[in-house]
């Protein structure tokens, strides 16, 4: 490239970064008052959000390939001082151009926000611990609240912030949870945090009509049909926990059970006019048990007998649990969302699928057109017609031969302008308790800023201004409203944000989550906001005790974040443990968006 050629190329450049400078100083000005409006700990780090976001206003695309054509910056990792950037480029284009750089601006320095961001993340999360950067947060299960143990091994393997969900339990559950954890100690020597989440507006599904009441018992067989395993069956007159593997079932005569040895043949003729056979094979404290290789329908009021020498020794099966109803939706199905909440009846052969739905507000809202998704997206439909007290969605998504919809199920209406207050009367009632007791409260199904001004006005009327503040993004006009939300909130001294993966990803298209995230994780790197990284982190592992490969990944991935939540599950512990080990090796390889290029000792070896 001649001199001449090079010296055009230099200044166009100068002239494309002057005009993008221009526009974020235009852009900050436009937004003084929102920026005033931030805490003080925050106004620089919303006026770098706000240069960010002008920034992403324009395709810059060509401007950095051009950039880095020069052997200059090309803005990728400028989200934590974007105007300081900027200003780096531009001085250097100024003075290879023979111009006068620009005057300071007053921007975040370079090394000045990822301190910011580290410093917000301390104050809301909590110190980390020593060997990794990223907090662990962990649902806490019903069972926290009777097991102190159980919290003290969490802390023990890395849970650094525990989770209360207000959608589950109550204030005396939620009170012994919390003793249980600040009991305990991290390695760290500081207490783990305590995070209350708000239910908020949650839309689900109604009840259905409970079904029989009976009991499948059925032996486990091969592809051939043959038994391998025969049904276990624990018969008790007590209501302690049945032996692992077992179908507990209730009988009404302890004296029959005291009568009983190993080795009696039992029979019994099951709901279908089956006559059955089961044989006795051990004995307990409490009952016995008993197997059998023949698939049973047992119903309440059976009789199952004894046949001996001696005479025929009978009992009556106890009150069965009543089965759960559900409806078999399939392509091209009807249902029909109801106001009433009275328990649906199971669908006739042909006829629409009817059930509840617990948000009167949709009923109103809704239109013809919109979409629906039911439970976390397994079924999906199109609003045919919406009246006073029912919508009619046609069903356009579903596995190949139908699933089935439950009671009690997530709904979800991504294309609907609900207008709802994210605080619920039930979670105005549990502020009470979480402003008292939390560290932070995670606002669910936030929408707009007003939102957050609301919960911002409710901690403060109960003396609560500086417990922490979370937004959960999980729908469509969250992550829409995100700048605004996020310079509402920063306008508390502590605040974060949680990407809720599960109702964002039917929100905004399974295929669209993974952009989704990455502009959630960019805009609040932009704003010096810490990010949780949420729902089905290792979730196979807590719930089975044996992780997939892509969660594994996955995992790994959510080192960007400052901290990873964890649901609950029977091998909590391990998730925990394994979490820990993979943010802490991940660390020494990722940081945000930038590559840590550390040495490789895999690879470093003589040549053969």
């Given at each position: 490239m001649n001199s001449t050629r090079s010296g055009t190329v230099l200044e166009q450049l100068e002239t494309d970064v002057r005009a993008v400078r221009d526009?974020?100083?235009?852009?900050?000005?436009?937004?003084?008052?929102?920026?005033?409006?931030?805490?003080?700990?925050?106004?620089?780090?919303?006026?770098?959000?706000?240069?960010?976001?002008?920034?992403?206003?324009?395709?810059?695309?060509?401007?950095?390939?051009?950039?880095?054509?020069?052997?200059?910056?090309?803005?990728?990792?400028?989200?934590?001082?974007?105007?300081?950037?900027?200003?780096?480029?531009?001085?250097?284009?100024?003075?290879?151009?023979?111009?006068?750089?620009?005057?300071?601006a007053a921007a975040v320095a370079m090394t000045e926000g990822p301190r910011l961001l580290a410093g917000n993340a301390d104050r809301l999360l909590g110190t980390p611990a020593a060997k990794r950067a990223s907090r662990i947060m962990v649902t806490l299960p019903s069972d926290a609240a009777a097991q102190p143990e159980m919290v003290a091994q969490m802390t023990e393997r890395g849970m650094d912030i525990a989770r209360v969900n207000c959608a589950h339990d109550g204030a005396d559950e939620w009170a012994r949870m919390i003793e249980n954890v600040r009991a305990t100690k991290r390695p760290n020597g500081h207490r783990p945090r305590i995070a209350m989440d708000l239910a908020g507006p949650k839309v689900r599904t109604g009840p259905l009509q409970p079904g029989p009441r009976v009991v499948r018992i059925a032996p486990r067989r091969d592809t051939l049909g043959v038994v391998t395993a025969p049904a276990r069956v624990w018969l008790t007159c007590t209501g302690h926990a049945a032996p692992a593997g077992t179908v507990a079932v209730a009988v009404d005569d302890p004296g029959w059970l005291s009568r009983r040895q190993p080795g009696d043949r039992l029979e019994l003729v099951d709901s279908r006019n089956a006559t059955r056979h089961w044989e006795v094979v051990a004995l307990g404290d409490d009952g016995c048990l008993v197997t059998t290789k023949q698939t049973t329908y047992l119903a309440s009021g059976s009789r199952i007998v004894c046949r001996s020498a001696e005479g025929d020794d009978s009992v009556a099966v106890g009150e069965l649990r009543e089965a759960e109803q559900v409806h078999r939706v399939d392509l091209g199905d009807t249902v029909v969302l109801t106001r009433s909440l009275e328990p649906a009846p199971p669908t006739p052969s042909g006829a629409a699928h009817r059930i509840g739905c617990t948000l009167s507000e949709v009923f109103d809202q809704a239109r013809a057109g919109e979409r629906v998704w039911l439970d976390d997206g397994k079924i999906g439909g199109t609003i045919d017609r919406v009246c006073d007290d029912e919508i009619e969605l046609v069903v356009t998504d579903v596995r190949p031969g139908g699933a089935n919809l439950k009671a009690g199920k997530g709904i979800n209406f991504p294309t609907t302008d609900l207008r709802l207050d994210a605080l619920t009367a039930k979670d105005l009632v549990d502020l009470d308790f979480a402003a008292a007791h939390a560290d932070m409260v995670?606002?669910?199904?936030?929408?707009?800023?007003?939102?957050?001004?609301?919960?911002?006005?409710?901690?403060?009327?109960?003396?609560?201004?500086?417990?922490?503040?979370?937004?959960?993004?999980?729908?469509?006009?969250?992550?829409?409203?995100?700048?605004?939300?996020?310079?509402?909130?920063?306008?508390?001294?502590?605040?974060?944000?949680?990407?809720?993966?599960?109702?964002?990803?039917?929100?905004?298209?399974?295929?669209?989550?993974?952009?989704?995230?990455?502009?959630?994780?960019?805009?609040?790197?932009?704003?010096?906001?810490?990010?949780?990284?949420?729902?089905?982190?290792?979730?196979?592992?807590?719930?089975?005790?044996?992780?997939?490969?892509?969660?594994?990944?996955?995992?790994?991935?959510?080192?960007?974040?400052?901290?990873?939540?964890?649901?609950?599950?029977?091998?909590?512990?391990?998730?925990?443990?394994?979490?820990?080990?993979?943010?802490?090796?991940?660390?020494?390889?990722?940081?945000?968006?930038?590559?840590?290029?550390?040495?490789?000792?895999?690879?470093?070896?003589?040549?053969?």
């Open positions: 526009a974020m100083l235009a852009a900050e000005a436009a937004r003084a008052a929102d920026i005033a409006a931030a805490h003080p700990s925050h106004r620089r780090s919303a006026a770098n959000l706000v240069h960010y976001l002008e920034l992403r206003h324009h395709d810059v695309r060509d401007l950095q390939a051009r950039l880095a054509a020069t052997g200059l910056s090309s803005l990728g990792r400028s989200e934590a001082h974007v105007l300081a950037t900027i200003d780096a480029v531009l001085s250097v284009l100024a003075r290879l151009n023979g111009h006068e750089p620009p005057g300071p995670n606002l669910s199904f936030v929408r707009r800023a007003a939102d957050v001004e609301q919960l911002q006005a409710e901690l403060a009327g109960r003396g609560a201004d500086d417990v922490g503040i979370v937004l959960k993004i999980e729908n469509v006009a969250a992550f829409e409203h995100l700048p605004e939300l996020l310079l509402m909130a920063m306008r508390s001294r502590r605040v974060g944000v949680m990407i809720a993966r599960g109702d964002l990803a039917v929100e905004v298209g399974f295929e669209r989550l993974a952009e989704v995230q990455e502009e959630i994780l960019w805009a609040c790197e932009a704003a010096h906001v810490p990010v949780i990284w949420a729902t089905q982190v290792l979730d196979t592992l807590a719930r089975t005790g044996q992780p997939s490969r892509a969660e594994i990944t996955d995992a790994a991935m959510s080192e960007r974040a400052e901290c990873v939540m964890l649901n609950k599950g029977p091998h909590i512990a391990d998730a925990i443990h394994t979490l820990d080990s993979i943010l802490t090796r991940m660390q020494h390889h990722q940081h945000k968006k930038r590559s840590l290029l550390r040495r490789l000792q895999a690879w470093d070896r003589e040549p053969a």
